[in-house]
Nanobody
Framework: QVLLVESGGGLVQPGGSLRLSCAAS????????MRWYRQAPGKQRELVAT???????NYADSVKGRFTISRDNAKNTVYLQMNSLKPEDTAAYYC?????????????WGQGTQVTVSS
């Protein structure tokens, strides 16, 4: 079994910054692509950023230039540095990853962490 646990969410003023973390634990052999999604109330879940195990990144247009995704393969952890936050960034943020355990390759989700941008 593999668990993804997010942390780092909270309340921040517009223009502020937050750093989200997502740590994977369990029977892990390899972690492939890692992703951050977000879902605002009443809206569909959207893909925010992606990083491959080789370090290639991709971002939603709405966060380009403001958010940075990175990973520490030794710690099985992915990060999302969020700068110049806007009220429209308010959402629950979810970590998602393709993980190879000792049994299979599966896609896993974290439980989510809330980010609220408000003055």
């Amino acid at each position: 079994q593999v668990l993804l646990v997010e942390s780092g969410g909270g309340l921040v003023q517009p223009g502020g910054s937050l750093r989200l973390s997502c740590a994977a634990s369990g029977s892990i052999r390899s972690i492939y692509t890692m992703r951050w999604y977000r879902q605002a109330p009443g809206k569909q879940r959207e893909l925010v950023a992606t990083i491959t195990n080789g370090g290639s990144t991709n971002y939603a247009d709405s966060v380009k230039g403001r958010f940075t995704i990175s990973r520490d393969n030794a710690k099985n952890t992915v990060y999302l540095q969020m700068n110049s936050l806007k009220p429209e960034d308010t959402a629950a943020y979810y970590c998602n990853s393709d993980v190879k355990s000792y049994v299979e390759i599966r896609n896993y989700w974290g439980q989510g962490t809330q980010v609220t941008v408000s003055s």
